[in-house]
Nanobody, 120 residues
């Protein structure tokens, strides 16, 4: 079984920074794409950023230049550095990973979500 455990959410003032982490554990053979989604109240879940195993990444237009996604393949961990945070970044952030495990060839796993609130 594969689990994704997120950390790093919280309350921050506008203009502040947070760093989210997500560690995958279990019987993992390989992880391809990893990424972060978010869902604000009353809105659909949206992709924030994604990163391939080789390091290429893409971002939602709303976060380009402010957020940076990175990963440590040796630790099966993905990070999201969020700078210049705005109230509209407030949402539950979910980690995702496309995992080849002992149970599945490749399957997308989701974390439990971590709340990010940007407010003064």
């Amino acid at each position: 079984q594969v689990q994704l455990v997120e950390s790093g959410g919280g309350l921050v003032q506008p203009g502040g920074s947070l760093r989210l982490s997500c560690a995958a554990s279990g019987s993992i053979f390989n992880i391809n794409d990893m990424g972060w989604y978010r869902q604000a109240p009353g809105k659909e879940r949206e992709l924030v950023a994604a990163i391939a195993r080789g390091g290429s990444s893409n971002y939602a237009d709303s976060v380009k230049g402010r957020f940076t996604i990175s990963r440590d393949n040796a630790k099966n961990t993905v990070y999201l550095q969020m700078n210049s945070l705005k109230p509209e970044d407030t949402a539950v952030y979910y980690c995702v990973a496309d995992v080849h495990s002992a149970i599945n060839y490749y399957r997308r796993y989701w974390g439990q979500g971590t709340q990010v609130t940007v407010s003064s």
